[in-house]
């Protein structure tokens, strides 16, 4: 960042005083003085002052220092402006463009690559997108909507976003292009709650409109980061930690891609589609109800 025409004008006269050669050059010989600064420069020159010709030359100096200074500061600017806008074209490259498609227009040439001439952000459909090196390919998953109602792109939508690709993408990259609906999860779960807090229906007592159970599951899967992987124990410690819960156990969990099988998971799973959602009506609940909790500190 540039300094001041004031700092230059200090920073001058400092190399000035430790130069012996200099030291004839004074702002007064009658009192010593040695040291100068911008102030006394500027208090001399406003109450018509005799000033020495090195002072004013030293002041000139710091002006053209600090007009090379805001040059340099405006031309790194537009250096950095340059290498944003043509950054390496990463993973998360490729997922940020995603995001940048406008449904319903047209890329144009731009000069030295493909983009939109205005920006639309209400065409903007993506919300979601993630991208991945997998063997000799990229691949891209996306989806629309947002917190609990993600959803994948219409046939049409994801037609029109592979067109999109194919004039954005490097030469020789190859891609495959994926929106699906959301990953089921399903889970045999046993849970232990105390009776003094939750009624049958695990709701608060205190409160029956509060389910603390289906908020954490819920809390839980709107936490999860888009292609992110799900894990059972923090599954099962978000659910212990819900209000009432005196323990938690997942039994067994398994998973299934839109129109697959299910499949027992191990200890975590990655989405095929990029998001989840638990399938609550295949689930199976075992509640134990526990009454005499000890106090919890």
Request: hydrophobic share 45%; no cysteine; aromatic share 10%.
């Amino acid at each position: 960042m540039a300094r001041t025409i004031a700092e230059i004008y200090d920073a001058l006269n400092h190399v000035k005083n430790n130069m012996q050669e200099l030291h004839a050059f004074v702002v007064d010989s009658r009192q010593g003085y040695t040291l100068d600064n911008a102030e006394t420069l500027l208090a001399d020159l406003s109450n018509r002052s005799r000033v020495a010709i090195w002072r004013l030359w030293l002041w000139l100096i710091a002006v053209a220092s600090w007009m090379i200074e805001k040059l340099y500061d405006q031309h790194k600017a537009e250096v950095e402006k340059i290498i944003n806008s043509k950054r390496p074209h990463t993973l998360r490259w490729y997922a940020e463009e995603s995001k940048k498609f406008q449904y319903g227009y047209a890329l144009e040439w731009l000069g030295d690559s493909f983009g939109y001439i205005s920006d639309q952000p209400y065409s903007r459909i993506i919300t979601y997108a993630s991208a991945t090196e997998i063997g000799d390919k990229i691949k891209i998953k996306v989806a629309t909507g947002t917190i609990p109602d993600i959803k994948p792109l219409s046939v049409q939508q994801l037609s029109a976003f592979r067109d999109y690709w194919a004039k954005m993408k490097d030469a020789g990259v190859k891609l495959e292009i994926v929106s699906l609906s959301a990953d089921q999860v399903k889970v045999n779960l046993k849970i232990i709650r105390d009776r003094m807090v939750l009624d049958a229906n695990n709701k608060l007592l205190r409160d029956s409109s509060v389910n603390p159970i289906e908020q954490a599951i819920k809390m839980f899967g709107a936490s999860l980061e888009y292609d992110g992987v799900l894990r059972l124990s923090e599954l099962e410690e978000a659910i212990r930690l819900a209000e009432g819960v005196v323990d938690a156990k997942i039994i067994s969990a398994y998973h299934r891609v839109a129109g697959g099988e299910w499949r027992p998971i191990e200890m975590y799973v990655v989405p095929e589609s990029g998001y989840f959602n638990l399938n609550i009506a295949e689930s199976s609940f075992i509640y134990e109800d526990f009454v005499n909790v000890p106090i919890k500190d």
